[in-house]
């Protein structure tokens, strides 16, 4: 068995080349009883579990043969993709993973999350989160026309790049004291979001940055159950 974790493809028509890159990682991973964790911004945005278009289409149906062929898929919401839910999934047996979860492989507990908690230094956005996930607020917004679904969410995308901009690195980047707390009860903590993939050493326990999806490479994480207390390692994926 392979776990394979994954984040921060941010998956849309305009980028067919990383369309491009999972559907290859789903074909070479497809017979080697893979459990896939997707840990958020799985697509760049996500305007209901109801839009449908042929680029999404392949999508799903290679993933219905991923699955078929025995393997597994889970998700976890990122700040692109949070509206994605289990109806979704349902078309090929995925499931939905809660904001964080504890996976236990062997005897390792490991904590994933897609990683815009632990950036507590960016105000604005943390209120702007707690804002948009309120699920009456997400419930009416699913209920709008997908028209105009879709221009909400480019304006969403237009205002964070703008932000983006004028934001310094360390403010977006994780809280150290938030760090600290996510990996006190495991041992290893996953998580994507900050677009900086490095292994690092929180306190003799470690903290994996998963790599952002670029136009020939990504950065994912394999681990064997067989020998988890080796050392980790970040993969080069190229396509």
Known sequence: ????????????PEHPRLVRGFLDLLADYKNKNTQLYILGDWFNAWIGDDYSTPWLDEIVSALQDFTQAGNHVYFQ???????????????FNGSILP????LTIGDMQIRLEHGDLLCTDDVS????????????????????PLNFRQKL?????????????????????????????????VDLLIHGHTHR???????????????????????????DPEQ??????????TY
């Open 99 to 102: 904001e964080v979860d504890i």
């Open 197 to 223: 993939p490095h292994i690092h050493n929180e306190n003799g326990k470690s903290r994996i940055v998963l790599g952002d999806w670029r136009e020939h490479e990504a950065q994912v994480l394999e681990i």
């Open 153 to 185: 969410a480019n304006g969403f995308r237009k205002k964070s790049a703008e932000t983006k901009q004028v934001k310094s690195y360390k403010i977006m980047d994780v809280n150290q004291q938030a760090v600290e707390q996510s990996l006190q009860s």
């Open 77 to 91: 919401v990122g700040n692109r993709d949070f509206a994605l839910g289990q109806r979704f999934l349902k078309q």
């Open 1 to 12: 068995m392979t776990y394979l974790f994954i984040a921060d493809l941010h998956l849309s």
């Open 125 to 144: 956005y943390q209120k702007f989160r707690k804002i948009i996930r309120n699920p009456l607020l997400l419930g009416f917004l699913k209920s709008l």
């Open 228 to 237: 988890v207390h080796q050392t980790l390692e970040l993969k080069t994926w």
